[in-house]
C-alpha cells in the first residue's frame, strides 16, 4: 500500500532553517502530484508548497514564497520542503500528501489521496 512518512522536522530559532522530507513507496511516485501542508493548533489544514509529477511546475501560498523551496527526486521517491528564514508563525504539524487521482488542482486537502503522519516544526521567537 502507498506509504509516506516525513521527516527533518524539529525546533528551531526564528531566521533558521530546516529541510522537510517526504519519503513515498507503494506507488510510483514520479507519476503524481504532491504537496505539503501544515496544521497549527486550533487551525485548518493549510496548503504550503506543491510539485507536479515531472518537478516542472511549483506552486506556493504567499506566505511562504521566496522563503520555502519545494522539489523531489522521483529516482529516490522522496519530496522536499527546504525551509529558510523561519518564522514563529511557520510553527505547525506539516505533512505531505499525494494527489492519486490526479485532480488537476493541488491546494485543497481534499484533492489529496494519501497523506504521511506529520512532523513538527517549532520555530521560536
Known amino acids: 500500500q502507498v506509504q509516506l512518512v516525513e521527516s527533518g522536522g524539529g525546533l528551531v530559532q526564528a531566521g533558521g532553517s530546516l529541510r522537510l522530507s517526504c519519503a513515498a513507496s507503494g506507488v510510483t511516485f514520479s507519476r503524481y502530484t504532491m504537496g505539503w501542508f501544515r496544521q497549527a493548533p486550533g487551525k485548518e489544514r493549510d496548503f504550503v508548497a506543491a510539485?507536479?509529477?515531472?518537478?516542472?511546475?511549483?506552486y506556493y501560498t504567499d506566505s511562504v514564497k521566496g522563503r520555502f523551496t519545494i522539489s523531489r527526486d522521483n529516482a529516490e521517491n522522496t519530496m522536499y520542503l527546504q525551509m529558510n528564514s523561519l518564522k514563529p508563525e511557520d510553527t505547525a504539524v506539516y505533512s505531505c500528501?499525494?494527489?492519486?487521482?490526479?485532480?488537476?488542482?493541488?491546494?485543497?486537502?481534499?484533492?489529496?489521496?494519501?497523506w504521511g503522519q506529520g512532523t513538527q516544526v517549532t520555530v521560536l521567537s
Open positions: 500528501a499525494l494527489d492519486l487521482r490526479g485532480s488537476g488542482s493541488y491546494s485543497r486537502p481534499n484533492e489529496y489521496d494519501y
Open positions: 510539485i507536479r509529477y515531472s518537478g516542472g511546475s511549483t
